[in-house]
C-alpha cells in the first residue's frame, strides 16, 4: 500500500468516527443520555416524597394532612373485666378542679431550640370524699330501747384518688428542641403525655386537700343518716366521726 492510499484510508476512518446513530457527522448519541435523564427523575421524585413527608411530621406544612385524607379507625378489642369489688363506702361529696400545668424539660449545656421541650396542658378532673359504713366498729351504734335515739360513731371522710376527664383535659401548646422533632418523628413518646397527666392528678389532690371536701363529706353523711333513721321513727339521731375517746 502506498503512501497515498494510507492517507485516503485514514481519511475514511476518521469520517465514520465522527458520525452519530442518526448518521450525521458531527450529532453526539442521544442514547447514552436516557437513562442519565430518568435516574435523576426518581430521585427528584423520591426526595420531593421525603421532605414532604418530613414537613407534614413536623407540622411544617400545614393542611397537607387534610389532603392526603387521613382517617381514623378503631381496632380496640373488647374489654375484659379483671376484678369486682364490693363497696361499702358512701360518697357523699365531689369537687370539680382544673389545674394549668407547665412543665418544662431543659438539657444542660444545649439550648432549647436544640434539645428541650415545653407543654403547656390543662388538666380537668374530679375528687370525692367518702365515709367507710363498713368500718364502723361493733360498740359504734348505739340505740335505746324505746328505739328513739341512736348515737352513731363513724370514721372520718377520706379523699379519693383524682379521676381527669379527657374530654374536659386538653394540650394548650407543647414546644419541641430540633434533636426533640427528630426524636419524635421516628418513634412517638407516650411517657411525655403520661407526664403531665400524673403531673395534673397530683395538683388536683393537693388541692382537694385545702378544699373542706372531707368536711362536706361528713355533713352530708350526718344528713343523710338522720333522714334515714327519722323515716324509721327515732326521734334523735347523733353521729359521731373519729374514734372514741378512752
Not at 221 to 240: E, Q
Request: hydrophobic share 35%; no cysteine; aromatic share 4%.
Amino acid at each position: 500500500m502506498t503512501s497515498t492510499d494510507a492517507r485516503r484510508a485514514g481519511k475514511r476512518r476518521g469520517s465514520s468516527e465522527q458520525l452519530g446513530s442518526s448518521g450525521k457527522p458531527g450529532e453526539p448519541d442521544p442514547r447514552p443520555g436516557r437513562p442519565r435523564r430518568w435516574v435523576k427523575a426518581v430521585v427528584l421524585g423520591a426526595a420531593a416524597l421525603a421532605l414532604l413527608l418530613v414537613g407534614t411530621r413536623l407540622s411544617v406544612l400545614p393542611g397537607i394532612g387534610d389532603f392526603f385524607g387521613d382517617t381514623t379507625k378503631d381496632r380496640s378489642g373488647p374489654a375484659v373485666l379483671k376484678s369486682i369489688q364490693d363497696m361499702s363506702s358512701y360518697e357523699a361529696a365531689s369537687g370539680n378542679f382544673q389545674v394549668v400545668v407547665d412543665l418544662e424539660k431543659d438539657a444542660k449545656f444545649l439550648p432549647d431550640a436544640i434539645r428541650g421541650t415545653r407543654t403547656l396542658y390543662v388538666g380537668a378532673g374530679t375528687v370525692g370524699a367518702s365515709v367507710d359504713l363498713g368500718k364502723v366498729a361493733s360498740d359504734g351504734v348505739v340505740i335505746n330501747k324505746e328505739r328513739t335515739t341512736a348515737d352513731i360513731r363513724l370514721p372520718h371522710a377520706v379523699l379519693g384518688k383524682p379521676a381527669l376527664d379527657p374530654d374536659r383535659s386538653y394540650a394548650v401548646s407543647k414546644q419541641r428542641g430540633l434533636l426533640d422533632r427528630i426524636g419524635d418523628f421516628f418513634s412517638d413518646n407516650p411517657s411525655s403525655e403520661q407526664a403531665v397527666n400524673k403531673l395534673a392528678a397530683q395538683h388536683i389532690s393537693e388541692a382537694a386537700k385545702d378544699s373542706g371536701l372531707t368536711a362536706r363529706a361528713e355533713k352530708n353523711t350526718t344528713n343523710m343518716l338522720k333522714g334515714l333513721l327519722g323515716s324509721l321513727g327515732f326521734d334523735r339521731v347523733t353521729v359521731h366521726y373519729g374514734p372514741a375517746p378512752r
